[in-house]
């Protein structure tokens, strides 16, 4: 194993977005088993922190790989589309008009089942946003489209804890 390597390389797992989630939780044991620490307390504390160091490094990219949000942003990363949320912010203006309107249902909501209405509604397009992603990356292998389309996926993501919160407001 090679702490350079990529989260794919690590997990033995095509570069790709559609992964089987069995085969990565699987492969995920599997790793945690050849790198726990425990195994290497016969030959010292420096093999120790070297198994610790790899225990880490194979939970972070489990967990960025099990995350389709996650693993669409490192795709684009690592095919050199960054997804720079902070500094880009450009979207399509259609997607703009529907953030300005689910803003708007939720300020205008006032009870649970309009609120979950409106879950229902944004979850709908989480799915068919994220059926965009694993077409422009694995089949069009379009990086750069794929990486606005993340940064839409992560404004509905936000959006989605937003009206969790509300939903919890209300059951108060």
Not at 12 to 22: D, I, T, V, W
Not at 94 to 103: H, P
Not at 150 to 167: G, K, N, T, W
């Amino acid at each position: 194993m090679n702490l350079q390597s990529t989260d794919f390389e690590l997990f033995g797992l095509p570069e790709r977005f559609e992964q089987e989630r069995a085969q990565l939780d699987q492969r995920w044991k599997e790793l945690q088993k050849e790198a726990h620490p425990d195994r290497f307390a016969a030959h010292g504390a420096a093999a120790q922190r070297v198994a610790m160091q790899w225990s880490v490094r194979i939970n972070e990219a489990y967990q960025r790989l099990k995350d389709p949000l996650r693993r669409a942003a490192y795709l684009c990363e690592l095919r050199g589309a960054p997804i720079e949320a902070e500094s880009n912010t450009a979207m399509p203006a259609a997607f703009l008009m529907q953030q300005m309107e689910w803003r708007e249902a939720l300020d205008e909501a006032v009870d649970a089942k309009t609120l979950e209405h409106l879950a229902d509604e944004v979850g709908t397009a989480r799915r068919e946003a994220i059926a965009r992603c694993q077409s422009l990356i694995d089949v069009d292998q379009q990086f750069s489209q794929a990486a606005q389309q993340v940064r839409a996926l992560m404004f509905i993501a936000r959006f989605e804890r937003d009206i969790e919160s509300r939903l919890d407001q209300l059951g108060q």
